[in-house]
């Protein structure tokens, strides 16, 4: 297994321009979830998903948009990017309550993103 | 006032010293307590697991909770250089807030040969 991928590892923007973060999971996963890591800010969640069609908002969604037509990919849309969206991007999936016994997210490797 | 207060360190010590890495949680809702490692330019992957108030060991790491002062905790023991990385700790409420985790900042450890 291949785990969770994400695409593109690195790319600058610039101010206004949009660009969507890949992330495909090959676990079944059906939860999904995208982090921002600032420096020394921790993780932060910005959307997840439940199940392909549902999605729902979490602390910091402004600024980005989701979609989960299928079980495997999660895709990140950022339209016109900004400074402050500058940050590493990572995507997770895990199981549902009940069959996560660790309540386990696994991370995928990040995108490094800077919007100049 | 943030959910989830972490020590950012650094913290540097050298090898085989035990390290202590603390967090604090405002929000008595949380039951669930984990502790994420991070090394550097990879993602985080669960180290420890905690649900409720206790200690949990697994080999030279001890994961400890103490809801009534809202304080968790995780000890490394006979530290080695290959823990260095960033520590996260994460919280979680459970029931309809499942997978909505809660970070601290990180702490990030520098284990000296």
């Known amino acids: 297994n291949a785990g969770v991928t994400q695409t593109p590892k690195f790319r600058i923007l610039k101010i206004g321009q949009s660009m969507t973060l890949q992330c495909t999971q090959d676990?079944?996963?059906?939860?999904m979830y995208w982090y921002r890591q600032d420096p020394g800010m921790g993780l932060k969640l910005i959307y997840y998903?439940?199940?392909?069609?549902?999605?729902d908002k979490g602390e910091v969604p402004n600024g980005y948009n989701v979609s989960r037509s299928t079980t495997e990919d999660f895709p990140l849309r950022l339209e016109l990017a900004a400074p402050s969206q500058t940050s590493v991007y990572f995507c997770?999936?895990?199981?549902?309550?009940?069959?996560?016994?660790?309540?386990?997210?696994?991370f995928g490797p990040g995108t490094r993103l800077t919007v100049l | 006032q943030k959910e989830v207060e972490q020590d950012p360190g650094p913290l540097s010590v050298p090898e085989g010293a035990i390290v202590s890495l603390n967090c604090t949680y405002s929000?008595?809702?949380?039951?669930?307590f984990m502790w994420y490692r991070q090394y550097s330019r990879k993602g985080p992957e669960l180290l420890m697991y905690?649900?409720?108030?206790g200690n949990k060991e697994d080999g030279r790491f001890t994961a400890q909770v103490d809801k009534s002062s809202k304080y968790i905790s995780l000890f490394i023991r006979d530290s080695q250089p290959s823990d260095s990385a960033t520590y996260l700790c994460?919280?979680?409420?459970?029931?309809?807030?499942?997978?909505?985790?809660?970070f601290g900042q990180g702490t990030i450890l520098t284990v000296h040969p």
């Open positions: 905690t649900y409720s108030s």
């Open positions: 998903s439940v199940g392909a069609g549902i999605t």
């Open positions: 997770a999936s895990s199981l549902p309550p009940g069959l996560a016994g660790r309540n386990e997210q696994f």
């Open positions: 676990m079944n996963h059906n939860y």
């Open positions: 994460a919280v979680n409420a459970g029931g309809t807030s499942y997978g909505k985790l809660t």
């Open positions: 929000n008595s809702a949380f039951q669930y």
